[in-house]
């Protein structure tokens, strides 16, 4: 037995090590006696993150792509819900003689959205009024795609925009002397026997009228404006982005910032926070 525990220390003092040394391996993640929460060295100090894509589709052979536009769409709809934004309305403008020039097209866009506030705000706009969220689109675009990478960009086609608009207290606008309306007549008849549909159709086509009015670039045919429900958020929010599936826009630029009720975007940060990332 002495004989047996001396050949081991003999053993031991040749090979230079002091105690036996077990080696991390991943099999002790199997081991039952590491199934209890416990952590590396390394996942103590830096756990692993793990960026889900939640807007993955998938394609013909079942991997997951994620779309063009996946982030932004994501960020939008995370901003109406955080903000409890209560878009009902959607407008579509396309312009007589309209711009090419997106900057242009911002000027013209807070025309147009003082435009709007004042139909609804006559004398004194309060603070809670509604807020609008203004998209720049370029019609008839031809751009680089498929076996034509040779081609140059071409970013010279019409700009039309949509806006997503929040909808005032219906009754309130009706009983407040706030500004006069125009409908026409056959409209006009039709709401007093009582065949005009509703308050939302009558708010629809006077703002359309007073649209087509007060902006110059508004054509005056009922293809020119368009206002709808909004209907489920995540496709109109899609639809509003589909810029960005191709050229058309360089990064953000089809989101007028500088017109928009956010609360949150490059243009309106904080001077404290201008040079933040």
């Not at 994501?74 to 409890?84: G, M, S, T």
């Not at 705000?121 to 680089?144: A, Q």
Request: hydrophobic fraction near 35%; charged fraction near 30%.
């Amino acid at each position: 037995m002495l004989k047996t525990q001396l050949l081991r220390i003999e053993s031991m003092t040749n090979t230079g090590l002091k105690s036996p040394v077990k080696k991390w391996t991943d099999k002790n993640l199997i081991d039952p006696k590491f199934k209890f929460g416990f952590k590396t060295p390394m996942e103590m100090v830096c756990p692993k993150a793990e960026v889900i894509n939640p807007e993955a589709e998938k394609t013909a052979n079942g991997t997951n792509t994620p779309s063009k536009r996946w982030s932004t769409e994501y960020w939008l709809r995370e901003l109406i819900e955080e903000w409890d934004f209560r878009f009902e309305d959607f407008i579509s403008i396309s312009f007589h003689n309209p711009n090419q020039d997106v900057v242009d097209q911002y000027l013209d866009n807070k025309h147009i959205r003082n435009v709007i506030l004042d139909f609804f705000y006559k004398s004194n706009r309060p603070k809670n009024k509604i807020r609008l969220w203004f998209f720049v689109e370029r019609e008839s675009m031809f751009f680089r795609q498929g076996k034509n990478q040779n081609l140059e960009v071409i970013k010279t086609g019409d700009l039309h925009i949509h806006i997503l608009m929040e909808r005032i207290d219906l009754d309130w606008w009706l009983n407040t002397k706030n500004r006069k309306i125009t409908l026409q007549k056959r409209n006009l008849s039709d709401f007093y026997r009582g065949n005009f549909p509703s308050k939302k159709e009558l708010m629809r086509e006077t703002l359309i009228n007073h649209l087509q009015k007060n902006i110059w670039r508004c054509p005056k045919s009922n293809q020119g404006v368009d206002i709808r429900d909004f209907g489920e958020i995540k496709k109109r929010v899609h639809y509003v982005n589909k810029s960005l599936s191709s050229v058309e826009f360089d990064k953000w630029e089809h989101i007028d910032f500088s017109n928009s009720d956010l609360p949150c975007c490059p243009v309106k940060r904080p001077l404290t926070h201008i040079h933040s990332k």
